[in-house]
């Protein structure tokens, strides 16, 4: 049996929806932001002997393509490393393909190209940082002691517990030579220019893929408070917990040779989204600067202010960006937003919003989870069409597959690999 598809209303709603989610990842776009910060630092680039450009993260291809006319008379070598979803082949760079959400044979490859690149700086030269969204993973170079499986046991770990992103890279920084700040150690010898897309809260330039070229701000004691709080420290590899439990390190020093620039941030795009949306509603409430916590207590507060909001007169947007979390009990398939909307439709089918509504929830990569969907889009009729093709919502919620759940539906949300990472955006529209 064929689903019914949404009201007409409705297939307006999801369409703005996903119009305004497009236009929020446009906001962050990689090439426009290197391009802006790299126009004011022509004489730095001109005074330099030579340049070495490394770049990694998921908008690594595209951050290096806008830099590289800005630097290719002085370039002495470039490395970028990427995931597989957003490799692509740029002359005089090698590329590499690292492992994401999980790393991977290319994430020890893209560490030791990145290493020895920064290692190989000269006093004079200038190291070119390009740091987007997800570096943590694609580069990946364990202190010695540790393997990949070691790394790959931990990150799988520290994701599926619920941790937030800045406890998972308090843990990352004391397992790694490159994060943490101790990358830019490596080439203290020379000037470092370091340009960052940011996906996490508050724009943390010490967490963001983990610190490499910023003074961190967690020590070995707050990731082994990280451990605790999850329960995670009896549960990991032999070799791992044999550094646990003498685990110190010695902090990265000041990186005063380093220029550290924010250009690009969930908080950017959630404004664009803001501003657009103000065009069509002339009601919009933002959530949350960033939305964080575990997914259930996050579909809960957005299903209440969407209760609370249908009493308006008028349209209403509610936007929010950020990353819940999702501690992974079942054997399914999905991804913290896929989970958020499936539990929202869920909550409003128990409790209706009594207006006709779409809510969306995607990662600005264009890709939740392990999954090739950015997230999902639901709307009033979303459980019907589920259950129509003899689907239970509820139980693929149990078994943390709602990536099936939302396929049954039509409401997966495939944009594929778009080039940035600045986190997720929640958009809420009712008429």
């Given at each position: 049996?064929?689903?019914d ?15 305004l ?30 340049v070495?450009l ?9 951050m290096?393509?806008?830099a590289l006319?800005f ?9 970028a490393?990427t ?5 692509e082949s740029i002359?005089?760079?090698?590329v590499i393909?690292g492992g ?7 994430s020890?490859a893209?560490a ?14 200038l ?12 580069i990946?170079a ?5 393997s990949l ?21 308090a ?10 700040g101790?990358l ?12 960052i897309?940011?996906d ?23 990731a ?6 999850y ?8 070799a ?10 010695d902090?990265?020093g ?17 404004r664009?989204?803001i501003?657009?949306?103000g ?5 919009v ?14 579909a ?25 979390t ?9 991804g913290?937003n896929?989970?958020l ?5 869920l ?5 209706p ?11 600005t ?17 979303s ?5 129509t093709?003899?689907?239970n919502p509820?139980a693929?919620?149990?078994?943390n597959d ?5 396929e ?8 594929a ?15």
């Amino acid at each position: 049996m064929i689903p019914d598809r949404p009201a007409p209303l409705v297939s307006m709603l999801r369409e703005q929806a996903i119009a305004l989610f497009r236009e929020g990842v446009a906001a962050s776009d990689p090439s426009s932001a290197v391009t802006s910060a790299l126009e004011g630092r022509r004489d730095a680039i001109a005074a330099a002997r030579r340049v070495i450009l490394i770049a990694f993260g998921k908008a690594a291809c595209p951050m290096t393509r806008a830099a590289l006319p800005f630097v290719r008379d002085k370039l002495h070598y470039a490395r970028a490393v990427t995931n597989q979803e957003n490799l692509e082949s740029i002359e005089d760079v090698h590329v590499i393909a690292g492992g994401h959400p999980l790393p991977n044979e290319g994430s020890i490859a893209g560490a030791y190209a990145i290493e020895r690149a920064a290692r190989a700086a000269e006093p004079g030269d200038l190291v070119l940082a390009l740091v987007s969204g997800g570096g943590s993973a694609l580069i990946c170079a364990p202190v010695p002691g540790l393997s990949l499986a070691d790394k790959i046991a931990l990150n799988d770990a520290l994701i599926r517990s619920g941790a937030e992103i800045n406890e998972i890279n308090a843990v990352r920084q004391q397992f790694s030579r490159l994060k943490g700040g101790r990358l830019a150690q490596l080439a203290s010898g020379a000037r470092m220019l370091s340009l960052i897309l940011s996906d996490v809260p508050g724009d943390d330039i010490g967490i963001i893929a983990s610190g490499p070229t910023a003074q961190p701000k967690s020590t070995a004691a707050d990731a082994l408070a990280v451990l605790d709080r999850y329960g995670l420290r009896d549960r990991l590899p032999d070799a791992i917990r044999s550094q646990v439990n003498h685990l110190v390190r010695d902090e990265a020093g000041r990186p005063d040779h380093v220029e550290n620039v924010l250009i690009g941030s969930n908080r950017i795009s959630l404004r664009q989204v803001i501003e657009n949306a103000g065009a069509n509603y002339p009601t919009v409430l933002k959530a949350s600067d960033w939305l964080s916590g575990d997914v259930a207590k996050v579909a809960h507060t957005l299903h209440r202010m969407a209760l609370d909001a249908s009493n308006q007169r008028g349209s209403v947007a509610i936007v929010a960006g950020g990353g819940p979390t999702v501690r992974v009990a079942g054997s399914g398939t999905g991804g913290r937003n896929q989970e958020l909307v499936l539990r929202f439709a869920l909550l409003a089918e128990s409790a209706p919003i009594k207006r006709p509504w779409a809510f969306l929830s995607a990662g600005t990569d264009g890709r939740d989870g392990p999954t090739d969907a950015a997230g999902g889009i639901v709307d009033p009729s979303s459980m019907s069409r589920m259950r129509t093709i003899g689907c239970n919502p509820r139980a693929l919620l149990e078994n943390n597959d709602s990536y099936r759940a939302l396929e049954s539906s039509g409401d997966l949300l495939i944009t594929a690999a778009t080039g940035t990472n600045v986190a997720d955006l929640q958009i809420l529209l009712m008429r």
